[in-house]
């Protein structure tokens, strides 16, 4: 019509002249984005010397992030619509970061008293790990997008652009973390490092919003700020584990104080090898005597074998095989370079008359083995309490069996208790490969009325079954060799495991039940 001009939509704000500047925006998003996933993956490794890592330790920090995460942006989106974002985002970036901080004493503290597998520890001590410091940074990327909106025209640019910054920094974060920061930093400076950083870029975004716009806005309570120095004074102080953090492992070697030449390496929350350093065929462990009757069965004495150890460990069992059988070969292959490393620097190992150390996942390792060239194969790697599931599967003992010699030998420690749902359906997969295979432990674990390590062995030829039995009594073992009729019984309508489906984690009961 003539004369006439359409309206236009009205707008909020036309204008936010106290908005903080697009860069500082972004490093704001970007930061408290990135300090959530560090937090996340350096939470994991502070919880694994109580807990294990297993895939329910794993969920449990995941999903508590995820809350945190879930929580953290809704209720900074509510508080944003109701206080001025100006007032918050300071006061949440300094306590978010002085709870990263914080974390690391609370979870040594806590961890004396939640030591243990059990879900309810699992979740406890994820929460006290990630939950509140996660929610509270959580809450900033919100608050600056509110902070940011000039008008309601560009809503959908200044959303998408800082959440793709905060995303961008949970990236970075995340690969920086596993790839860089933990390979060279400690937890505890992972964490104390990160809270701190977090700590001044909420006190530099306090002092520019001051400065800008006056009032209340940018102010950060003392007590926040005495949070952060007492977290770290805490820091300092709280009681590790850990006489090195290596890629996988809190790890520590420990004096026997019965045996002076005695050492254990002990990695998260188990005692995984006993090396005596003056007299290699010492053998403590109940499981590394059964693993040797077996070789004492199968081989006559003195003979030297080509071995493949999948886990390292201590290295017991290929420096007892070069101490007893000189010539023999032994590669281990090992994932954890930092073990590797401690058996050399404490545990006195050294890579000669035969003994080979590769570092790589040792699925992989037995992947580019040679065909038919291995007289024994000792499985003896664990992720936590469990035998890594890439190494449980049909696929990976037909790789066994691809490596070992026709009359080869396989031999692996396992763990599981009642109702041993692990060990059974690792014995269904052994028999899916090979034609003979026996279980050694103990009467009580064959009745199902116990657990521990047990030792299951497999070869396509028949084993000599009563020459091992022998050899166990003759190392003090009162354990059992279960074949044939009375293996099968034990096995039952246990599953093959798969590369497809091996719910190892699921199968396991990783300790005892008490009884009442």
């Known amino acids: 019509m003539a004369g006439t001009e359409q309206a236009l939509p009205e707008t909020a704000d036309l204008a936010r002249p106290d908005a903080l500047p697009d860069w500082v925006a972004a490093v704001v998003t970007f930061l408290s984005s ?31 992030a995820l809350a945190a995460i879930a929580v953290g942006a809704w209720m900074g989106g509510a508080l944003a619509d109701r206080t001025d974002p100006r007032r918050l985002i300071s006061p949440l970036l300094v306590a ?62 200044v959303v998408g652009r800082l959440s793709g910054i905060g995303t961008l920094g949970g990236i970075a974060a995340t690969f920086l973390t596993g790839f860089l920061l933990v390979a060279v930093f400690p937890t505890s400076g992972i964490l104390v490092g990160t809270g701190l950083v977090t700590v001044l870029t909420g006190i530099a975004v306090g002092v520019l919003l001051r400065r800008r716009t006056g009032g209340a806005a940018g102010r950060v309570p003392a007590a926040l700020l005495l949070l952060a120095v007492v977290g770290s004074l805490l820091a300092a102080v709280a009681p590790s584990r850990c006489q090195a953090e290596t890629a996988y492992h809190c790890a520590r070697v420990v004096a026997d104080p019965e045996r002076d030449s005695g050492r254990v390496l002990v990695l998260d929350t188990l005692r995984h090898s006993y090396v005596d350093l003056a007299d290699p065929t010492y053998l403590e462990f109940a499981y590394v005597r059964a693993i040797a ?72 390792g037995l992947e580019q083995e040679p065909a038919g060239q291995r007289d024994l194969v000792v499985g003896d790697a664990f992720g936590g309490l469990s035998v890594p599931w890439q190494l449980t599967t049909v696929e990976a003992m037909g790789l066994v ?99 497809d489906h091996a719910p190892v984690d699921q199968l396991l009961t990783p300790y005892a039940v008490p009884a009442s």
Not at 36 to 64: D, H, K, M, S
Not at 337 to 356: F, I, K, S, W, Y
């Open 34 to 64: 990135g300090a959530v996933l560090v937090l996340e993956i350096a939470g994991l490794r502070l919880i694994a010397p109580y807990v294990g890592i297993t895939l329910q330790t794993n969920t449990a920090v995941i999903g508590f």
């Open 293 to 364: 009757a077996v070789t004492d069965a199968t081989a006559p004495a003195g003979e030297p074998l080509s071995a493949l150890h999948l886990g390292g460990g201590g290295a017991t069992v290929p420096r007892y095989l070069a101490a007893v059988r000189p010539g023999t070969e032994s590669l281990v292959i090992e994932v954890d370079p930092g073990v590797v490393e401690m058996d050399r620097e404490q545990l006195g190992l050294t890579e000669a008359d035969g003994l080979r150390v590769h570092v790589a996942d040792a699925r992989v």
């Open 401 to 499: 069996d691809r490596a070992l010699t026709d009359d080869g030998v396989y031999v692996a420690n396992l763990i599981d208790h009642p109702p041993l749902g692990f060990v059974r359906a690792e014995l269904a997969t052994l028999r899916a490969v090979f034609p003979h295979v026996a279980l050694l432990a103990p009467d009580a674990v064959l009745a199902g009325e116990e657990g521990g390590n047990v030792v299951v062995l497999a070869s396509q030829r028949p084993l000599p079954l009563d020459a091992v039995g022998t050899a166990l009594r003759d190392r003090d073992l009162d354990w059992r060799v279960a074949s044939r009729a009375e293996l099968a019984a034990f096995v039952g309508d246990a599953e093959v495991l798969t590369d």
């Open 96 to 157: 978010g970061g002085a709870l990263v901080v914080a974390v690391l004493p609370l979870v040594r503290f806590a961890g004396s008293l939640l030591t243990g597998a059990d879900a309810g520890s699992v979740l406890l001590l994820a929460a006290v790990a990630v939950v509140v410091p996660a929610a509270l940074l959580s809450a900033v990327p919100p608050m600056v997008v509110k902070l940011q909106l000039a008008s309601l025209a560009e809503t959908g640019s």
